[in-house]
């Protein structure tokens, strides 16, 4: 089924080479968060603007002017592995069919669609022949149906580098439980536009250079503990070196500086996409985790590690008395990620990650008041992104004398 646990093969990163060391880029979706389970799946939508002469991929991979295939990369933590944040990703990818204006709306665990490919509403397959294209392989667009269950995991698709390239990739993710009918979602990141996603003067390290996507330290706040679940789903990214940013001590190793999550044109890994690891935690106040609904503040903070992609809940980054003062009321506080120390296992260090804030009901009742579903929200959203930007080593942003950045 074409599922490869290390890095690509040699054929298909040699393939995709093209490009490094000159001006050539590719344009690059990155969904930040991606899951499959019995009753949760995600549905992706990508859509390719290009015109007819985008550099894409042939079916070998080979990237070609009249090529018609993107390349989609799905970096996962599947079975036991999922519901571990300190457990390293797999990873599978295959090069599925695209066609100029296409759009591709693709349940990844084939909950719906499984018959076809896991593709959607009715597409005809004319323009885009994916069906005869697919016909007698292994291949689908349901990667995380091959990948196992439960799963999460995060997705890029982009086309081959050319010389200009056009941002012609769109992409949308939702979220789906779809045995209550619940549902979240989120614009993907896009790669290969670079005035949308660098700072000025900056430059990125490849087209997988995903640093511009990670979430900013910022004020969150969360609903009482006792009647709602506040979780931060967080999937590291890589750091990088460009003139102008301060890095915290340690200082970032070498390779992180010039290196992205995947190699170049997504080819085999350099700096270890899989094994990326972050810390997250919260802060109220130089000494508090968070400040409850009198404007006073909690002590008792904690951290959490989570590498590749993991989920924390906001219980975990509180020791059990600061949760106690806060469970029947909630309240406010920053959250952050920075660098970890002491890691093991060729574990990477970044202080970067893409960081979405999840909250839903359940105890049935809301504000105290007695609800008619026990699930009855279901809210997310990804936390703004630094674009590039670096706030001061010494605090977080816009309050004054809380200890951050680092």
């Known amino acids: 089924m074409n599922v490869k646990r ?36 995600t549905i992706v939508s990508v859509i390719d603007r290009g015109v007819p002469g985008t550099a894409r991929y042939n079916a070998s991979g080979q990237a070609a002017v009249d090529g018609n295939r993107l390349h989609y990369h799905l970096t996962y933590k599947a079975g036991d592995s999922a519901g571990d944040n300190a457990a390293l990703c797999d990873e599978i990818n295959y090069f599925l069919p695209t066609s100029p204006n296409d759009i591709q709306t693709i349940d ?26 697919l016909e007698g392989s292994n291949l689908t667009y349901a990667l995380a149906a091959v990948a196992g269950t439960p799963l999460r995991g995060n997705l890029v698709v982009n086309n081959a580098a050319s010389a200009t390239p056009q941002a012609s990739l769109e992409g949308e993710a939702m979220v789906f439980e779809f045995a209550t009918g619940a549902a979240w979602g989120y614009k ?66 070498a390779e992180q500086v010039t290196n992205s999550m995947l190699g170049a044109d997504g080819g085999a890994s350099v ?23 009198d404007e006073n503040a909690i002590s008792g903070s904690r951290t959490a590690d989570v590498t590749c992609v993991g989920a924390v809940n906001i219980q975990d980054l509180m020791t059990a008395g600061a949760q106690r003062v806060v469970e029947n009321t909630g309240g406010w506080t920053n959250v952050r990620t920075r660098m970890p ?50 706030f001061g080593e010494g605090v977080l942003p816009g309050v004054p004398g809380i200890p951050g950045g680092s």
Not at 108 to 133: E, K
Request: charged letters at 15%; glycine letters at 10%; zero cysteines.
């Open 188 to 253: 993907a990141f896009i790669q290969g536009d670079s005035g949308r996603t660098l700072a000025a003067g900056g430059s990125r390290a490849s087209d997988f250079d995903f640093s511009f996507a990670a979430s900013a330290d910022q004020a969150v706040t969360f609903m009482p503990l006792t009647e709602s679940r506040t979780v931060f789903i967080v999937t590291p990214v890589n750091d990088r070196g460009a003139a102008g940013q301060a890095f915290p001590t340690p200082v970032i190793p």
């Open 341 to 390: 120390s002491n890691l093991t296992g060729g574990r990477v260090p970044t202080r970067n990650a893409v960081v979405i804030k999840l909250e839903f009901n359940t105890a049935g009742v809301f504000n105290g008041q007695s609800l008619a579903s026990a699930s009855a929200f279901n809210n997310a959203f990804v936390l703004p992104s630094r674009r590039g930007l670096v």
């Open 271 to 293: 700096l270890g996409w899989n094994s990326l690891t972050t810390r997250i935690d919260l802060w109220a106040s130089a000494t508090g985790v968070a400040f409850d609904r």
């Open 108 to 133: 990844l665990g084939a909950h719906f669609g499984g018959d076809n490919y896991g593709v959607l509403f009715g597409d005809a397959s004319n323009n885009n022949n994916y069906r005869g294209a």
């Open 6 to 41: 290390k890095a690509l093969t040699v054929a298909v990163a040699a393939a995709m080479t093209a490009g490094v060391g000159t001006a050539s880029a590719s344009d690059v979706l990155f969904f930040p968060y991606v899951v499959n389970s019995e009753s949760v799946t």
